[in-house]
């Protein structure tokens, strides 16, 4: 007891500054992490209730936001110490001088194996008569953002089906109105993300397209990210949480519906919705760079992207390793 009180006072007298983090019981060290509410985050809820993070000397305290940008500007300035972003938010953050890096992925590479259970899906509404993407010529479509990556993916697969994607109509919105919207054809179609994908099948759409298996195979999407100035201060700090992420994708892969739970509690799911909800299970839970090079591209081609940063600028590498 004496050892353990001692170890905390210690951790309780530093300050190092950066990202808001401290000590907490234990000696782990408590670090905010802000995500954007989906189910692919079930990894780390589950990681959390295991203690394997703690096992790894880090403590979360979960901010949930709906806005990625806002997330990203958290990281940037140290309110957040880790920050939710997809490859497409990176990208835009670097090429605007925006000190970030990619340390970890929620829920892995994108499987190809396990396309029916990926993350997010095109769905068109029950009475759109949009039967693939190359229906979408002069359609709605919702959207979590009118430049994300799940609209540069809509665009391309469109592109790839011989529509225009300028004749797109883009209707932002977030993911939980998406359903509802789609079966009162106030949208034609949406770019959804689970655990609502199921809500909108259920109420009569149809998913269409799996646009982050289809464009990015084998390669991550979505991140965890940091700031460089918590990597300079508090790298241990940093590879614990990389390394738990790791660890805690590989736990959630063999207890599915223990992961599951964990939505009913974070997520405010009903337990119904919970156990249909999915991420992807068979998916490599390291850091790659391969979904950097794609978006990259996209970007390039659809949202005007020009001088981006070489691709290892991206990440921090050692996670690479992990």
Known sequence: MAVLLGV?????????????????????????VSYNPASQFAPMFVGMDQGIFEE?????????????A?????????????????????????????????VATPDGQQAVEEAPDMGNALVAGPDSGISDAGDLEGKTLGVIGLASLNTLAAQELADAAGVDPTSIQLVQMPFGQMPAALAAGDIDAAVVQSPFIAEAVA???????????????DSAVGLFTTSEQKIAEDEEVVRGFAAAMVEAQEYAAAH???????????????????AAATWCTTCTPELDTDGFATAQELMEKYAGLEDAP?????????????
């Open 56 to 68: 790894h000397g880090v403590q979360l305290e979960l901010v949930p936001q709906t806005d990625v």
């Open 256 to 274: 599915v519906d223990e992961a599951r739970q964990t939505l009913v509690e974070h997520l405010g799911l009903t337990p119904e919705a919970a």
């Open 203 to 217: 109420s009569g759409s149809t998913v269409i397209a799996k646009p982050n298996v289809e464009l990015f195979a």
């Open 310 to 322: 070489g691709v290892d600028e991206y990440v921090w590498k050692p996670a690479l390793d992990l």
């Open 70 to 102: 806002a997330i990203i500007s958290g990281v940037a300035s140290g309110q957040y110490d880790f920050g939710f972003a997809t490859v497409v938010h990176v990208i835009n953050a670097r090429a605007n001088n925006i000190p970030i890096k990619a």
């Open 8 to 32: 905390t006072a210690c951790g309780g007298d530093s300050d190092d500054g950066g990202g808001g983090s401290s000590a907490s019981e234990g000696g782990a060290t408590t670090v905010t």
